[in-house]
């Protein structure tokens, strides 16, 4: 598999955008999701500024659908893909599109799956099948060696259940754990930019 090499990769301000992306998803800020989307889009997959508009519609879109607890994956997962067909074409990516979404989507239903779990026992400690889901993921996006992809996962990973202590209303810094998110997510695609 050829995957997306990270050339000219910035990790401090993909996490930046990351991070302000998932505040505003779990606020339903969509407008500011959107915009935070486009300028991810630019700097993780180096995007037109048009494919990157149009990729933003397709990922707030998915959002959108994921949401609510009575989700619609399928639309979610048709979103997502579309968003993967952009992202493939300016970033030379070789996976296909419907595997990108089929992993993408896979991570989404393992977090909320365990975020669910946490919500029911805070100290519960079980994220490896997220740490596997992103893993696989990483994989088929990123030209990284598999310890670089690991490492990245588990950071990230970490940066899911600091976000879901947030949106589980358990957090005891609000504050504090958000800027936690964003250098778990920084280590998380330093690992890859450095692997």
Do not use: C
Request: glycine letters at 4%.
């Amino acid at each position: 598999m050829n995957q997306m090499r990270l050339n000219g990769f910035r990790p401090e301000q993909v996490a930046h955008y990351e991070a302000a992306g998932w505040r505003a998803y779990y606020d339903r800020a969509w407008v500011k999701a959107f915009l935070l989307m486009v300028r991810l889009n630019r700097e993780e997959f180096r995007m037109p500024f048009m494919t990157a508009v149009a990729g933003a519609v397709d990922i707030v879109r998915a959002s959108m659908a994921f949401a609510p607890v009575d989700n619609d994956v399928f639309s979610a997962a048709d979103f997502i893909r579309r968003y993967y067909v952009k992202a493939r074409r300016s970033a030379g990516i070789q996976t296909d599109a419907e595997t990108l979404a089929g992993l993408e989507m896979d991570y989404w239903i393992v977090h909320r799956d365990l975020a669910g779990a946490r919500m029911k026992n805070h100290e519960l400690d079980n994220i490896k099948p997220m740490i596997e889901s992103l893993v696989r993921l990483h994989a088929a996006l990123f030209n990284a060696e598999p310890r670089a992809r690991r490492r990245s996962a588990e950071q990230r990973a970490k940066a899911a259940v600091t976000v879901d202590r947030i949106t589980g209303r358990y957090s005891t810094d609000v504050e504090a754990d958000w800027a936690r998110v964003e250098v778990y997510l920084e280590e998380a695609y330093r690992a890859l930019a450095d692997g």
